[in-house]
Nanobody, 120 residues
Framework: QVQLVESGGGSVQAGGSLRLSCAASGRTFGTYAMGWFRRAPGKEREFVAAIARSGGSTYYADSVKGRFTISRDNAVNTVYLQMNSLKPEDTAVYYC?????????????WGQGTQVTVSS
């Protein structure tokens, strides 16, 4: 089992940047595929980005491709989401997720979320 704690959310103007972090508990972090999801007000949760166990492969939603970068540091049990060129439509609660098999659909473990607000 793994516990996830997000940080780094906040308020920023359109065009700005934020970096989210997700710290994972346990000594088996490297066995989990990791990802980020978000839920905007009044909308369903959506996939944002995923990264393989080794960090060698990444996958992004079309809406963030070219603006967001997911990365991980297995030495410190942390996954990151660098968000650049933020838009008001990126406003959402962002959730970190983990799964032993695939994190893209219905991951097993979730963090509590961190709020990101982008003003125009």
């Amino acid at each position: 089992q793994v516990q996830l704690v997000e940080s780094g959310g906040g308020s920023v103007q359109a065009g700005g940047s934020l970096r989210l972090s997700c710290a994972a508990s346990g000594r088996t972090f490297g066995t989990y595929a990791m990802g980020w999801f978000r839920r905007a007000p009044g909308k369903e949760r959506e996939f944002v980005a995923a990264i393989a166990r080794s960090g060698g492969s990444t996958y992004y939603a079309d809406s963030v491709k070219g603006r967001f970068t997911i990365s991980r540091d297995n030495a410190v049990n942390t996954v990151y989401l660098q968000m650049n060129s933020l838009k008001p439509e990126d406003t959402a609660v962002y959730y970190c997720a983990a799964d032993l098999i695939s994190v893209v659909t219905d991951p097993a473990y979730w963090g509590q979320g961190t709020q990101v607000t982008v003003s125009s």
